[in-house]
């Protein structure tokens, strides 16, 4: 069994701060990590994901995160943020099989202030 | 481009109503997903698909029925509603290759009075 946890059910900026969201993952097996965006009242959009390789990958829109194997972690940032990253952020892990089936942690609400 | 779409996008019952969800996929994924949105739950899987005639159990599948009638189309039956079941549900399709690429419907809300 999966499970993700993301430690900050919310945080706040002002425009033009950097900013991380923590997750972290247990899983004994091979996975794939991904992040996605929810902005308020629309479905989730996929940010960015990571299985294998170079562990910084690079997602839509600046942001990008970096596997830590060690601390079991995917954290999720960006050097510059704009009020319109206020969105509800989610980890997620699936297992490498082939069903696709993801688990999700419960959010991080991030809000960016002008 | 890639689509799911979701309908009603609202819904209101009342306890013990009949109540079904349907969800659309123009993206020719093999899987299709039903997830319940609760706040500070994050998503749960209920059930999901990898074709026409299949189903397969999630996370959080009492109370719920799932039906696949073609690759495009998932239905989510909730034949006797109750108010626990009041929640956002999202649909979602994948290739399945197990990737991490979901992609997801705009949602429905539900309201079970």
């Known amino acids: 069994t999966q499970t993700v946890s993301q430690s900050d059910a919310h945080v706040t900026v002002f425009e033009g701060d950097s900013v991380e969201l923590r997750c972290n993952y247990s899983?004994?097996?091979?996975?794939?990590l991904s992040w996605y965006i929810q902005h308020h009242g629309h479905g989730l959009q996929f940010l960015l994901k990571y299985y294998s390789g170079n562990p910084v990958v690079q997602g839509v829109n600046g942001f990008e995160a970096e596997f830590s194997k060690s601390d079991s972690s995917f954290h999720l940032r960006k050097a510059s943020v704009h009020w319109s990253d206020s969105a509800v952020y989610f980890c997620a892990v699936s297992a490498i099989t082939n069903t696709g089936k993801l688990t999700f942690g419960d959010g991080t609400v991030l809000t960016v202030k002008p | 481009e890639a689509a799911v779409t979701q309908s009603p996008r609202n819904k209101v019952t009342v306890t013990g109503g009949n109540v079904t969800l349907s969800c659309r996929q123009t993206?020719?994924?093999?899987?299709m997903y039903w997830y319940r949105q609760d706040t500070g739950h994050g998503l749960r899987l209920i059930h999901y698909?990898?074709?026409?005639?299949?189903?397969q159990i999630g996370d959080v599948p009492d109370g719920y029925k799932a039906t696949r009638t073609t690759q495009e189309d998932f239905f989510l039956l909730l034949e006797l509603a109750s108010p626990s079941q009041t929640s956002l549900y999202f649909c979602a399709s994948s290739a399945g290759t197990g990737d991490g690429d979901e992609y997801f419907g705009p949602g429905t809300r539900l309201t079970v009075l």
């Open positions: 899983y004994g097996g091979s996975i794939y």
């Open positions: 993206n020719s994924h093999n899987y």
């Open positions: 698909s990898y074709g026409a005639g299949n189903l």
